[in-house]
């Protein structure tokens, strides 16, 4: 009977754990830094009036810290976007108690090793679905010396009736590391001789003699990194802390936490809120050229509240127009520009269809901008951190990219034909509407040419996702038009037309030297992917690559070659889809190739750096100016001015004796710290560079860069 009692309980375990563990929530997420996942507490199922909690875990690196809701001197606290059904509503962060982390002259406010962050989730009444399903996206910085935002997208299914209780001890800690309420008492604050002068009673016997930290919830209040003074008389804790004199708040009532300066893990502080009686100093303008800080602050400050440059509809139109004309001169639209041009030649009397082919050519163009402007504003406004040239940020963008043209220059060069490939209704149609031709063509034309930023592009485009859908569209189809009016424009003239030879032998040497350059193209979409997901994405995309190589000369070749051969090269093509296929996409963040994009000058005291917001931030604080390059790995014009005008040496003297500062902002990859910036900037394209000085607006310069723009900008210092 004792046995029938057990396997009855061993039965029951094994039918009902697995419904028991309840919520089903997406993968950890792993970087070098951390490794950050989401745990879900519902002890009651998910009930009106019962407790449901969420905590984001995070567990730090050695060496890496993130932040609490006042990150002190610098920083950003975890924040959370919310997609939650109705009658669902999150509530605040339960912040476990934070420590200090000094670094020179400033400190911040975090946490390290592994922290949870409890939130609440309110069930009202009304709710009766069986299961509770939402969606979180968490963002946070994570820093040591560098700092690296990350963020992660959590999706959670919580059965309605069912306990969730697989994290509750992780809950418990968090909730005891909370800080305690303490009864205020006899407690006092004070404000005197610009300092905040404290006199705390009944804190903790066992802390009595000990060195404590003092955390105020409001940010720019004290200066955390500042010397302070502390003393115990008997159980009295007296303190005098130093107030930062461009404080934001002037509180009259203010919320601190106390806690030990060396705390075993999992400590919890205590919590008051006391009144500040008689008022608070008046906050210095910051205009002290004396004080390297105040500087600072002030010009994050300008840059954080000053509108976009000024721009009208009319003018962003203008230079959306001629900055799409401009695209027409990028390295990598060459080929496909060189194509049409044949294609003159080979219909040259055939003036109806050389019109013919310019407007569907000039349809493809502005269609493919417009539909990649819809998509960007749809994602902006669906809170996705995306600027122009998002595609390229995607590394199975850049892959399917360098297929397609590896596809058109093994064409170009001989290799296959597409005729005897396509069905023949398909054929037949290409015959009897050739102007389809010209469309794509327009439409390939669009997918090179966007994610580059020409002169006058940029100002424009940065109006344009904050305008009204229907405005910001036109800027689009601007830029659209402006890309495909030079060949429209020539085939509206004969003059341009009858310049070209006539139809020869040269045409088919032309298009197999064309080849070349679509293949050249592949290669810098090659070297992409390399930056954004390794040298094993690059080697496993050529082995594709390869693949699909012999497949189309097993096809090209026909009779018994093409019956055995293409079927053995296609499997072989699948399965190298198979293996090879997971490694083409990016690397986690704090492997992404920043690095690569910050070569080394051969100029001492000039030397490039990986931007960050906190980085520019202390270099500011230092009194030193900053230049920032954003650029990426996929952007032909950064690549031009960065081995031009920005590796040149008179420019990197004139950086080295003024002292400068070289950051440079990678967006190769998705980076909502860089998205930010940019849009602080009035920008969402690249290349944009910049130059900040303590206490001056920053200074926009031109996308394509010269020698004596950069020395001149740097002769205002």
């Known amino acids: 009977m004792f046995k029938i009692f057990w396997v009855f309980l061993l039965g029951a375990y094994l039918g009902l754990g697995a419904p028991l563990a309840g919520a089903q929530v997406s993968e950890p997420v792993l970087t070098p830094e951390s490794r950050t996942s989401l745990l879900v507490h519902a002890p009651q199922g998910v009930a009106p009036g019962q407790p449901l909690w969420l905590g984001l875990q995070i567990e730090h690196a050695p060496g890496w810290h993130s932040y609490w809701k006042n990150p002190g001197d610098s920083g950003l606290p975890t924040e959370f976007e919310w997609q939650l059904p109705g009658h669902v509503v999150p509530g605040s962060i339960e912040w476990p108690t934070p420590r200090k982390f000094p670094l020179g002259e400033l400190a911040n406010y975090g946490y390290k090793d592994t922290v949870l962050l409890p939130i609440p989730l309110e069930v009202r009444p009304g709710?009766?679905?069986?299961?509770?399903?939402?969606?979180?996206?968490?963002?946070?910085?994570?820093?040591?010396?560098?700092?690296?935002?990350?963020?992660?997208?959590?999706?959670?299914?919580?059965?309605?009736?069912?306990?969730?209780?697989?994290?509750?001890?992780?809950?418990?800690?968090?909730?005891?590391?909370?800080?305690?309420?303490?009864?205020?008492?006899?407690?006092?604050?004070?404000?005197?001789?610009q300092a905040l002068q404290a006199t705390l009673h009944g804190l903790p016997a066992a802390w009595q003699g000990r060195a404590l930290e003092f955390f105020p919830e409001i940010g720019a209040l004290i200066q955390p990194g500042a010397a302070w003074q502390q003393r115990w008389e008997g159980g009295v804790w007296h303190a005098s802390i130093p107030l930062n004199p461009y404080r934001s708040a002037s509180p009259e009532q203010l919320a601190l936490v106390l806690a030990l300066a060396d705390p075993p893990p999992g400590a919890a502080g205590v919590r008051l809120e006391l009144p500040v009686p008689g008022g608070w100093p008046a906050v210095a303008a910051p205009t002290g050229v004396s004080d390297a800080l105040a500087a600072a602050l002030a010009a994050e400050a300008a840059r954080a509240t000053a509108p976009a440059p000024g721009l009208t509809l009319w003018a962003a139109l203008l230079g959306a127009l001629i900055g799409g004309m401009i695209l027409n001169l990028m390295p990598c639209v060459f080929p496909v520009l060189a194509l049409k041009v044949l294609s003159f030649s080979q219909h040259a009397e055939d003036r109806r269809r050389l019109r013919l082919g310019g407007l569907a050519y000039t349809a493809g163009v502005v269609l493919s901008f417009l539909a990649l402007g819809a998509l960007l504003l749809g994602l902006r406004a669906a809170g996705e951190q995306?600027?122009?040239g998002f595609?390229?940020?995607?590394?199975?963008?850049?892959?399917?990219?360098?297929?397609?043209?590896?596809?058109i220059g093994l064409n170009l060069a001989g290799l296959f034909q597409f005729g005897p490939m396509l069905p023949s209704a398909l054929a037949s149609l290409r015959v009897r509407n050739p102007n389809a031709d010209s469309f794509l063509t327009g439409v390939l034309a669009t997918a090179v040419a966007s994610p580059c930023t020409a002169p006058f592009m940029g100002a424009a485009l940065g109006l344009a996702v904050t305008l009204a859908p229907a405005q910001a569209l036109a800027v689009f189809a601007a830029l659209g038009l402006g890309m495909a009016l030079p060949y429209l424009a020539a085939t509206w003239v004969p003059a341009l037309v009858?310049?070209?030879?006539?139809?020869?032998?040269?045409?088919?040497?032309?298009?197999?030297?064309?080849?070349?350059?679509?293949?050249?193209?592949?290669?810098?979409?090659?070297?992409?992917?390399?930056?954004?997901?390794?040298?094993?994405a690059a080697a496993g995309l050529l082995m594709l690559l390869l693949l699909l190589a012999w497949m189309l000369w097993a096809v090209g070749r026909g009779g018994l070659m093409r019956r055995w051969m293409a079927p053995l090269a296609l499997l072989a093509l699948l399965g190298g889809l198979w293996l090879l296929g997971p490694m083409l996409q990016a690397q986690a963040a704090g492997q992404q190739p920043s690095a690569a994009l910050n070569t080394p000058s051969a100029v001492a005291g000039a030397q490039w750096e990986a931007w960050s917001p906190q980085r520019e931030a202390e270099l500011l604080a230092q009194g030193r100016a900053v230049f920032v390059d954003y650029t990426a790995a996929w952007c032909v014009s950064c690549l031009y001015n960065k081995h031009n005008a920005l590796a040149d040496e008179s420019?990197?003297?004139?950086?080295?004796?003024?002292?400068?500062?070289?950051?440079?902002?990678?967006?190769?990859?998705?980076?909502?710290?860089?998205?930010?910036?940019?849009?602080?900037?009035?920008?969402?394209?690249?290349?944009?560079y910049v130059l900040h000085a303590p206490g001056r607006a920053p200074l926009l310069l031109s996308e394509i860069l010269s020698v004596e723009e950069l020395r001149a900008a740097l002769a205002q210092l």
């Open 127 to 193: 709710f009766a679905a069986a299961a509770l399903e939402l969606e979180v996206l968490a963002t946070w910085l994570i820093c040591r010396q560098e700092c690296i935002p990350q963020e992660a997208r959590f999706q959670v299914r919580i059965p309605a009736q069912m306990a969730t209780v697989a994290h509750a001890a992780a809950f418990e800690a968090a909730w005891a590391a909370r800080p305690q309420p303490l009864v205020a008492g006899a407690s006092q604050l004070a404000v005197r001789e």
């Open 386 to 388: 995306l600027g122009w």
């Open 391 to 407: 595609q390229l940020q995607n590394p199975a963008v850049v892959a399917a990219l360098a297929a397609l043209f590896t596809l």
């Open 498 to 536: 009858r310049a070209l030879p006539r139809p020869g032998a040269w045409m088919e040497t032309l298009r197999q030297w064309l080849a070349f350059p679509m293949l050249a193209t592949v290669v810098w979409l090659l070297w992409v992917l390399g930056h954004q997901g390794g040298v094993d």
């Open 651 to 688: 420019f990197l003297l004139d950086v080295a004796a003024r002292n400068v500062a070289l950051l440079r902002a990678d967006w190769t990859l998705r980076d909502p710290a860089v998205t930010a910036s940019l849009a602080r900037l009035g920008r969402n394209s690249i290349p944009v």
